[in-house]
Nanobody, 125 residues
Framework: VQLQAFGGGSVQAGGSLRLSCAYS????????MSWFRQAPGKEREFVSS????????YYADSVKGRFTISRDYAKSTMYLQMNSLKPEDTAIYYC???????????????????WGQGTLVTVSS
């Protein structure tokens, strides 16, 4: 599975961005696709996840109500719509696939077998 994340950029606080993650290759139909982020000097953290079967979505508390994850099966692309951006959202954002993830494991980066290269989001105050 190959993943490519794009759509990052610089935006002022309160603005919006939409990240995309194009994927190719074959895995099982289960598990989850997710977004993680890593700010300078900090560890990678879970942002949001969508289950590949059923489409249930989950969010970190820090982004709930502001970010929306979605997936377009026809385009083999996952999205992260980010609204009301804050300076603390500044990070490199990564997309990832965990073919065997269950709900209790989606927040752990070690659950993911495939990662995209990351795209930088910078939010200025």
């Amino acid at each position: 599975v190959q993943l490519q994340a794009f759509g990052g950029g610089s935006v002022q606080a309160g603005g919006s961005l939409r990240l995309s993650c194009a994927y190719s290759g074959r895995t099982s139909s289960g598990g989850a696709m997710s977004w993680f982020r890593q700010a300078p000097g900090k560890e990678r953290e879970f942002v949001s996840s969508i289950f590949r079967s059923g489409g249930n979505t989950y969010y970190a508390d820090s982004v709930k109500g502001r970010f929306t994850i979605s997936r377009d099966y026809a385009k083999s692309t996952m999205y992260l719509q980010m609204n009301s951006l804050k300076p603390e959202d500044t990070a490199i954002y990564y997309c990832a696939v965990a073919p065997r993830a269950i709900l209790s494991s989606i927040g752990a980066s070690s659950s993911y077998d495939y990662w995209g290269q990351g795209t930088l989001v910078t939010v200025s105050s």
